[in-house]
């Protein structure tokens, strides 16, 4: 069962991101365990990480640095903590994989996880102390690897941030097909081409339709739009390849709004009792508000 996990809840959970060497490794290990990953090759301050189901691929992660970010990719399959098989994204794509932007310094950074046995996304605050700041200048981001069809070999998405500058959130502040550039999501691109054993294809994440990939439509930019008193209206968030017109599928447990999204972190309640969490992918005001849903544990 997916969950949320936040900053120092989780016994033994260490605190928020620093630049100092091991403070995501650090919360990764208790994080993805507890959710059914498995630790399967380390080294000081690295990591490679096995889903715990399949298609059992691994998250690799670079935590040794005394830097601002760390770095990660996912691989088919690893032998040792050096060696792994289709890199995601590959050196083509992004020289040395993902940036995770931690935090300028040693003052500690909040961060949340939603995480299953085969996803994890993550959401970090830049510049804050405490989880859910509100404002267009509040500094965050949000990226992740997740399946979009579990198990199958083009079915894993990686949603990567592209800079190791902070502010490029790589969960794709809009949808728009120029994927290739940071202050747009950067590199987001899947395990295989479409039905294919080999390459990979970059896509998009367009909300509320498929065929919005090709318009201007930006996720939470929907904050003119007011909602029914007491009405939560959702619409998933579709995961596109635009080259291939495929659409892969959603990003689970990730929403939109369709009208005047929830603040960050604030927990907000639809007809049926449900619970769902604000949350903001991107430092650009509204857009790249999200919603995480909150499971029933």
């Known amino acids: 069962m997916p969950r949320i996990y936040r900053t120092s809840e989780m016994g033994g959970t260490p605190g928020g991101f620093t630049n100092q060497p091991g403070t995501v490794v650090a919360a990764l290990d208790a994080v993805l365990v507890e959710a059914g990953w498995t630790i399967a090759h380390t080294a000081t301050n690295r990591r490679a990480y096995k889903q715990g189901a399949a298609p059992y691929r691994y998250l690799y992660v670079d935590d040794s640095m005394t830097a601002a970010a760390c770095r990660w990719r996912m691989y088919d399959a690893m032998s040792d903590i050096d ?19 931690k935090s300028a310094n040693t003052a500690p950074r909040p961060w949340a996880m ?22 267009s200048t509040a500094v965050r981001e949000m990226l992740g690897m997740w399946e979009t069809d579990e198990g199958a070999i083009d079915g894993t998405v990686v949603a990567c941030n592209p800079s190791a500058s902070p502010g490029f959130s790589a969960f794709a502040l809009s949808n728009q ?7 747009w999501g950067g590199v987001h691109t899947t395990s295989r081409k479409y039905r294919s054993a080999g390459g990979q294809s970059q896509f998009v994440i367009a909300f509320t339709d498929p065929a919005a990939a090709r318009d201007n439509q930006r996720i939470g930019a929907g904050a003119n ?48 009792g449900n619970l769902y969490q604000g949350m903001q992918s991107c430092s650009q005001g509204s857009w790249g508000r999200v919603i995480w849903e909150i499971p029933n544990e």
Do not use: K
Not at 83 to 101: F, I
Not at 120 to 128: A, G, L
Not at 177 to 183: F, Q, T
């Open 177 to 183: 097909p120029n994927i290739g550039n940071a202050n």
């Open 114 to 135: 939603l995480a299953s046995a085969t996803d994890w996304i993550v959401y970090v605050e830049h510049q804050e102390t405490t989880l859910g700041a509100v404002g």
């Open 225 to 272: 739009m007011q909602a029914r008193t007491n009405v939560l209206r959702l619409a998933p968030i579709y995961v596109c390849d635009p080259a291939d017109r495929i659409t892969l599928g959603t990003i689970p447990m990730v929403w939109a709004a369709c009208h005047t999204p929830p603040d960050p972190f604030e927990t907000v309640e639809d007809a049926n």
């Open 83 to 101: 060696t792994g098989t289709n890199p995601v994204p590959n050196e083509s794509q992004l020289s040395g994989g993902s940036y995770l932007y």
